[in-house]
């Protein structure tokens, strides 16, 4: 089990992307083996001294100098906080913690879909493909209110051309990308049934997210969600973070679709209409 005492973590630079939100890149002080294991969808707790920890997304996972990056937005005393912090600072670590998204083998067509900052944890999965020994065919349904609450503006340049990229923004005149994700995302299960579909973002759209692949003839095994709870441990001891029987911090955050369904005791009921409610 991971040490609940923060280890030292160095802010190596941050930058703005996208509304309320910045892209930080970190080191890890004294980088252990565990830190050269993390898959992406873990997360780590980071602290800013005085103000408390919160769990966030590794966006990229650590390399070998223990240099990795993170998506945050803006939300509550930390990560306001956090923005404030000058190049250099020191800050508290621990991680990496839960379950990554799990490893498909094989000639697999995959549908990554994300909602607002729920890009953050995926953004690992798209840029392993591109590493891959085997081949992926990989489709990214990524949905924001409007062009500026877009995030990962840099990741998102890189992937085009690597993978089929369908961006929607909910305010977009239309023509250009105009439409909610869950629309694209018809469009895409007509074109072809995905193998494997990963999905983030808020709760209500992920649901709904599974709710069309359903439709689709996509099984509920072959769907992971992403799972956010409040949390303070980060290692299954305090108990903030349940999902029904489950703790997020151990057991998740990435859940599969069957499993999530039986721990809410869901069942085969319809899923709830989704209004576009990003973070
Ligand atoms: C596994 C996991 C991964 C995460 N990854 C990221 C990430 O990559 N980038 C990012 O910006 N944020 C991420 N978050 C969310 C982030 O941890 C919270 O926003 C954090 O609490 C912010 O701290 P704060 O002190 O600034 O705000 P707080 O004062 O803690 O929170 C502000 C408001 O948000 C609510 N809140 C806080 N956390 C949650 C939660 N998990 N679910 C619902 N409501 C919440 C609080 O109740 C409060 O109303 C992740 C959360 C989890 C559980
Ligand atoms: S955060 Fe403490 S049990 Fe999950």
Known sequence: MNGVTPRRV?????????ENARHFSFRIARPQPRDFEVIPGQFFMLSVPGCGEAPFSYVSVPDLEGRFDAL????GGLT????????????????????????LLGNERLLLVA??????PLAG???????????????VIYG??????????????????????HETCDDEPRGQCHGNPLQQLRMQLALERPDAVFCCGPEPFMQAVAGECLKHGVLANRIWLSIERNMACGTGLCGHCYLGSSYVCTDG????????????????????????EFC
């Open 144 to 165: 924001a209110r409007h062009r500026q609450s877009q995030v990962l503006g840099r990741e998102r340049e890189r992937w085009k051309g690597r993978v089929t990229l």
């Open 10 to 18: 160095h802010l190596l630079c941050q930058y703005p992307d996208g």
């Open 253 to 276: 955050p990435t859940y599969r679709y069957d499993r999530y369904r039986e721990l809410l005791g869901i069942g085969n009921a319809h899923p709830p209409t989704f209004s576009s």
């Open 72 to 75: 945050i937005r803006r939300q």
């Open 115 to 120: 909602g607002g900052c729920g890009l953050a």
């Open 80 to 103: 306001a906080a956090l923005f404030e912090q000058p190049e250099g600072a020191l800050l508290g670590y621990r991680g990496p913690f839960g379950k990554g998204w799990p490893l």
């Open 125 to 139: 999965v798209v840029d392993e493909a591109g590493l891959a020994l085997y081949p992926i065919r990989m489709t």
